[in-house]
């Protein structure tokens, strides 16, 4: 009699617990399925009340796919050059000690404060129309050179969003590094290359594809730069903005919109993948 009170207690406890934590996850669950799931379900529905057609319309016209294409050179080439200036300067910060170090690595990441409006400002201080390098210029009796506007200013402006995550990614790499894996190499009389190449890039392999995916993501939908200077150079961040700003375009808009949210995932997804290879072989 006694065990059989012991057990309804013990599972009138469970039901109790249980109907607690469910409260408790409840208002998580409105949560996201307001903000999220529902709307991430109507973006995908959007484009079928124009037709089917409208999902592939990216491959079909091919003013948005060149958008899609202007979107993924230029977030590769930023993600390129993100990875090697940034590996240079993190890696010398971690392994190069010197008075103001600290100092300088925060002025470096400095921009990580900044949203995309106000770097895409300063390139337009820089190269607009009104900028330093025109100003310059004009003075020397060679016209007013601008760039800000162009496949340039966007190039720059993304590098200088992405580097500081890069060089304080590659410096916090860096540093966790084992001294003892470069010592060995180097008694066992490794080259400075075959060191570089042995221990350096199979110890910063999940850093770099780490790094490298969120910067392309970050590129790819960079929208605050994009807006502020892509006035001759269209990226599909633009694209989407204009179809459902300017021409009311709701379902091309979602279309669009689905592509480049696929497009960043498997990126994404690709490095996640990549890095978890990577752990392993080491």
Same mark, same amino acid.
């Given at each position: 009699?006694?065990?059989?009170?012991?057990?309804?207690?013990?599972?009138?406890?469970?039901?109790?617990?249980?109907?607690?934590?469910?409260?408790?996850?409840?208002?998580?669950?409105?949560?996201?399925?307001?903000?999220?799931?529902?709307?991430?379900?109507?973006?995908?529905?959007?484009?079928?009340?124009?037709?089917?057609?409208?999902?592939?319309?990216?491959?079909?016209?091919?003013?948005?796919?060149?958008?899609?294409?202007?979107?993924?050179?230029?977030?590769?080439?930023?993600?390129?050059?993100?990875?090697?200036?940034?590996? +240079?300067? #993190?890696?010398? &910060?971690? %392994?190069?000690? /010197? @008075?103001?170090?600290?100092?300088? !690595?925060? *002025?470096?990441? $400095?921009?990580?404060?900044?949203?995309?409006?106000?770097?895409?400002?300063?390139?337009?201080?820089?190269?607009?129309?009104?900028?330093?390098?025109?100003?310059? +210029?004009? #003075?020397?009796? &060679?016209? %007013?050179?601008? /760039? @800000?506007?162009?496949?340039?200013? !966007?190039? *720059?402006?993304? $590098?200088?969003?992405?580097?500081?995550?890069?060089?304080?990614?590659?410096?916090?790499?860096?540093?966790?590094?084992?001294?003892?894996?470069?010592?060995?190499?180097?008694?066992?009389?490794?080259?400075?290359?075959?060191?570089?190449?042995?221990?350096?890039?199979?110890?910063?392999?999940?850093?770099?594809?780490?790094?490298?995916?969120?910067?392309?993501?970050?590129?790819?939908?960079?929208?605050?730069?994009?807006?502020?200077?892509?006035?001759?150079?269209?990226?599909?961040?633009?694209?989407?903005?204009?179809?459902?700003?300017?021409?009311?375009?709701?379902?091309?808009?979602?279309?669009?919109?689905?592509?480049?949210?696929?497009?960043?995932?498997?990126?994404?997804?690709?490095?996640?993948?990549?890095?978890?290879?990577?752990?392993?072989?080491?």
């Amino acid at each position: 009699m006694a065990a059989a009170q012991a057990a309804a207690r013990g599972g009138h406890g469970k039901r109790s617990q249980a109907g607690w934590r469910l409260a408790c996850l409840l208002p998580a669950l409105v949560f996201f399925a307001a903000f999220w799931l529902l709307p991430i379900v109507r973006l995908i529905a959007l484009p079928a009340e124009k037709g089917w057609a409208t999902y592939w319309v990216i491959l079909t016209q091919a003013k948005y796919l060149t958008s899609l294409m202007n979107t993924l050179l230029l977030s590769l080439a930023v993600t390129a050059m993100t990875l090697v200036l940034g590996a +240079a300067v #993190g890696i010398f &910060l971690a %392994r190069s000690p /010197f @008075a103001g170090r600290r100092a300088l !690595l925060s *002025l470096l990441t $400095l921009p990580l404060s900044f949203p995309g409006v106000i770097i895409g400002f300063f390139v337009i201080l820089l190269g607009g129309r009104q900028g330093a390098i025109a100003t310059l +210029a004009d #003075g020397l009796g &060679l016209g %007013r050179w601008t /760039f @800000a506007y162009g496949l340039l200013g !966007l190039f *720059l402006a993304y $590098l200088y969003f992405s580097l500081p995550r890069a060089i304080a990614s590659y410096a916090a790499a860096a540093q966790a590094m084992d001294p003892a894996l470069e010592e060995a190499a180097r008694s066992l009389g490794a080259s400075r290359w075959h060191i570089a190449r042995d221990v350096w890039l199979p110890e910063l392999a999940p850093a770099t594809l780490a790094c490298g995916a969120i910067v392309f993501a970050t590129a790819m939908g960079a929208f605050g730069t994009a807006f502020t200077l892509a006035s001759k150079f269209e990226v599909l961040p633009i694209t989407i903005y204009n179809e459902f700003t300017n021409y009311a375009n709701f379902a091309l808009a979602a279309s669009l919109s689905i592509t480049l949210g696929l497009v960043t995932w498997a990126a994404l997804a690709l490095a996640r993948r990549l890095g978890g290879t990577a752990a392993q072989g080491v």
